[in-house]
């Protein structure tokens, strides 16, 4: 996986999976770019993640997300010009969703690349911010996996413990749906 | 994207949502101006909609407030406020106003999601209508009872017991009903407007048996006083109003019919030689109304003497207690907040890319996890399948 750009914003349902994963320290460090969240995801989204420790067995997932912003593998960002509000605001219009609006606008006046599986929002960046580069959960797994040449097993149990506790499934027409698949087969 | 979307907005609504937001905060002019480094003159005029805000004010006061920005600038289907239709009914008094309002906001926003989820995916709830009942100068049970049996008729109801009400008024008369939490003395609130028709919020709280009532009782001021929004709560009035006695009086006939009650009352007595308590709990199970809900219909039709159920009362029966020892299941119900035609708009519009995952959450009031959740059971409940077959188009062509 090459990431044609510096950086790389990620929204909320990337987040949610890739916490949901046990593994997010791993895989963000995986990842080719500096990866950033916009402030507004991490505090809109705060509660979600907070339900899924409650939900987790798991004490050390109890604070993946803030140790991951520690130690600078995760940078928390927010509009730095009149610009970017601006574009947030009109996204918001279209969009009706903070979280997403915020990633798109920051990431098109920064020329960021964005992590994604939002349907809605992929197909307003796409016609957006063409060149931008848009990346989803599966491809970092994907990528993560095959970096660290992960056993069938463990790859298998990280997706299913995004299936189970993220409750997430790829849409039918995801380009890696087939590669999901054979692995939780 | 050229345009600045503040540029071309309504700015009374945005003037008016922001204001909301303000006071619901608990935040005063004077601090909502402090946010944005203004003079409190300047927040007087933008949320009286005659200053135009910057990109930069919106997104400080939205977080000030603690609210998203799309709560102000997304295009939402602009109806007539709720409060404003409900002043009138609460008036009188200021505590009940106090008590009420957070309730008729949040069914007010849900009614409103409800017509945006209609717009995008271009799917109108069905409307079927009947002509407002033209009861004046009509005894109050006399009409309560004619509009009951023309009802029945009208939907195709034949004359039995109303199972599933809350799907008949969703989908054979295209009215919105949703359950939402209400202190208990507050049993269901009732609205209309051009655009989303007829509303209903009913108590939560309550058991399946009253809520069914309730509704019963909101759907006669559907029929007969349309416009005329009401907010039904315990001790209410000093002088019930005509209309609120024919709304109490029309549940009765709509949910037991005379003839078919006393078909069924006649034949539990022949069968018995007597109608006895339990045939009393077994019928209002049947028709499913409560135990005081037929017996002072029973009463009233002169099938029991009068006084029955204060003399049960008196002998320290216990309604719960006894329906569970006769083995009577709690009557089938859907106890969702939001209407099935609302949570299937949402699903389909997620599906279809056309609402974004965070925004479908919001539509459900759940955090994402649980909207994945429910997105999850609602594809299994349309479809019971998840591959590409539950997209299929199944009408004849």
């Not at chain 2, 006669?220 to 009401?230: E, I, S, T, W």
Request: with cysteine; proline share 3%.
């Amino acid at each position: 996986m090459e990431i044609t750009h510096s950086h790389i914003v990620l929204d909320a349902c990337c987040i949610l999976n890739f916490c949901a994963s046990g593994y997010l320290i791993e895989i963000l460090e995986s990842i080719p770019a500096q990866v950033v969240v916009t402030k507004i995801v991490r505090e809109r989204e705060l509660l979600t993640l907070q339900r899924l420790r409650d939900e987790s067995s798991e004490s050390e997932d109890v604070s993946q997300f803030e140790i991951a912003i520690e130690k600078g593998l995760l940078s928390v960002t927010d509009f730095n010009s009149e610009i970017e509000e601006e574009t947030f605001v009109n996204y918001v219009f279209e969009l009706g969703d903070d979280g997403e609006s915020a990633t798109g606008a920051i990431a098109f006046h920064r020329n960021w690349a964005i992590a994604t599986d939002d349907k809605k929002a992929i197909s307003f960046f796409e016609r957006e911010s063409p060149h931008l580069q848009i990346l989803s959960t599966l491809a970092i797994v994907k990528n993560w996996s095959e970096q660290e040449k992960l056993s069938y097993d463990t790859l298998r149990s990280v997706l299913s413990a995004i299936r189970t506790r993220g409750r997430y499934m790829p849409h039918r027409n995801h380009p890696l749906l087939r590669w999901w698949k054979d692995v939780m087969r | 994207m050229a345009t600045n979307i503040l540029d071309n907005i309504d700015l009374r609504q945005l003037g008016g949502l922001l204001q909301q937001a303000r006071k619901k905060s608990g935040m005063t002019q004077a601090d909502a101006a402090k946010v944005i480094d203004a003079a409190r003159t300047t927040i007087v005029a933008i949320e009286k909609g005659e200053r135009r805000l910057k990109s930069k004010e919106l997104i400080k006061l939205a977080r000030a407030y603690g609210r998203a920005v799309s709560d102000f600038v997304r295009s939402t289907p602009v109806t007539e406020p709720f409060e404003v239709q409900f002043r009138a009914a609460y008036q009188r008094n200021e505590q009940e106003e106090a008590r009420i309002t957070p309730t008729i906001r949040h069914f007010e926003e849900l009614c409103r999601n409800y017509l945006e989820l209609e717009k995008i995916m271009d799917a109108p709830l069905p409307r079927n209508y009947p002509q407002e009942y033209d009861v004046t100068n009509m005894p109050i049970e006399a009409a309560a009872e004619s509009i009951a049996i023309a009802e029945r008729q009208r939907l195709g109801l034949g004359d039995g017991p109303v199972h599933m009400l809350r799907d008949i008024l969703e989908h054979s008369v295209g009215i919105r009903v949703f359950y939402l939490s209400m202190l208990a003395k507050y049993s269901e609130i009732y609205s209309y407007d051009d655009q989303l028709g007829g509303c209903m919020a009913i108590n939560l709280g309550h058991h399946e048996e009253r809520r069914r009532w309730s509704m019963a009782h909101g759907y006669l001021h559907f029929l007969a006083h349309r416009r005329k929004p009401v907010i039904d709560f315990e001790g209410q009035y000093k002088r019930i109003p005509e209309s609120e006695r024919l709304a109490e009086a029309f549940p009765k006939y709509f949910l037991m019919p005379t003839s078919s009650l006393l078909s069924r009352f006649n034949d539990m007595h022949r069968t018995h030689g007597k109608f006895t308590p339990t045939n009393l709990f077994t019928l209002a199970h049947y028709y499913g109304v409560s135990v005081e809900a037929l017996g002072y219909r029973l009463e009233e039709m002169k099938l029991i003497p009068s006084g029955t159920l204060d003399r049960l009362r008196d002998r320290g029966l216990k309604v719960r207690k006894v329906q569970k020892e006769l083995g009577l299941e709690e009557i089938d119900q859907r106890a969702d907040t939001l209407p099935t035609h609302y949570q299937h708009l949402a699903i389909e519009a997620l599906d279809q890319g056309l609402i974004t995952e965070g925004r479908f959450a919001e539509f459900l009031g759940v955090d994402r996890l649980e909207a994945r959740r429910i997105a999850e059971s609602l594809f299994e409940y349309s479809s019971g399948m998840f591959d590409e077959s539950a997209y299929l188009d199944l009408r004849q062509a």
